[in-house]
Nanobody, 124 residues
Framework: VQLQASGGGLVQTGGSLRLSCAAS????????VGWFRQAPGKEREFVAA????????FYGDSVQGRFTISRDNAKDTVYLQMNSLKVEDTAVYYC??????????????????WGQGTQVTVSS
């Protein structure tokens, strides 16, 4: 099983990026898929998730209203559209997948498969 995250880069404050996470060896249809991020010296933080059973969406408080998670089960790909980026959004972004119970949707231990991360840097 492999999750490949891509789309990171350098962007100015207020700009946008779209991250992608493609799966191989795993079908997203039966999995909750999430995005987390980790800034230097900080713990890994929940960003967004799409539940497997009907696709209910969850967002971290700091990204609510600016980021949008979506999924294309036919392509086994999940996206994270990031708008109105702020300097504090700078981090390595990871995608993750798991057969996650509802209460663990926002927790790293709710996911069994992780991508390698993609760097997002927002400059002022």
């Amino acid at each position: 099983v492999q999750l490949q995250a891509s789309g990171g880069g350098l962007v100015q404050t207020g700009g946008s990026l779209r991250l992608s996470c493609a799966a191989s060896g795993l079908t997203f249809r039966g999995y909750t898929v999430g995005w987390f991020r980790q800034a230097p010296g900080k713990e890994r933080e929940f960003v967004a998730a799409s539940r497997w059973n009907g696709g209910a969406l969850f967002y971290g408080d700091s990204v609510q209203g600016r980021f949008t998670i979506s999924r294309d089960n036919a392509k086994d790909t999940v996206y994270l559209q990031m708008n109105s980026l702020k300097v504090e959004d700078t981090a390595v972004y990871y995608c993750a997948a798991g057969r996650t119970i509802l209460s663990a949707t926002r927790q790293t231990n709710g996911y069994t498969h992780w991508g390698q991360g993609t760097q997002v840097t927002v400059s002022s």
